[in-house]
């Protein structure tokens, strides 16, 4: 099994920045890629931004030029770095990682528990 541990949510006022991290931990063959995926009240979950483990990255047009998602592989850790925050951003942000658990196990998802992020004056 794999757990994802996120930190660094939080309240911040329009224009601000924050960084999440998320680390992730338990029995790991490879991971093949971690992102970070939001959900606002009553929407549904979307896709924020995506990095593999060769640092190729995806990023929602909403976020592009204002977040940056980067990995740590050593430390099985992904950051996402958000400037210029709208309160539109407010949602919480879940981690994702696409792992194995051992060689022959097929990739599944992981999920993390949920971070806050509210941006608001």
């Known amino acids: 099994q794999v757990q994802l541990v996120e930190s660094g949510g939080g309240l911040v006022q329009p224009g601000g920045s924050l960084r999440l991290s998320c680390a992730a931990s338990?029995?790991?063959?490879?991971?093949?890629?971690m992102g970070w995926y939001r959900q606002a009240p009553g929407k549904e979950r979307e896709l924020v931004a995506i990095?593999?483990?060769?640092?190729?990255?995806y990023y929602a047009d909403s976020v592009k030029g204002r977040f940056t998602i980067s990995i740590d592989n050593a430390k099985n850790t992904v950051y996402l770095q958000m400037n210029s925050l709208k309160p539109e951003d407010t949602a919480v942000y879940y981690c994702?990682?696409?792992?194995?658990?051992?060689?022959?196990?097929?990739?599944?998802?992981?999920w993390g528990q949920g971070t806050q992020v509210t941006v608001s004056s």
């Open positions: 994702n990682a696409k792992a194995r658990s051992s060689r022959f196990a097929p990739v599944y998802d992981y």
């Open positions: 338990g029995t790991i063959f490879s991971i093949n890629a």
């Open positions: 990095i593999t483990s060769g640092s190729s990255t």
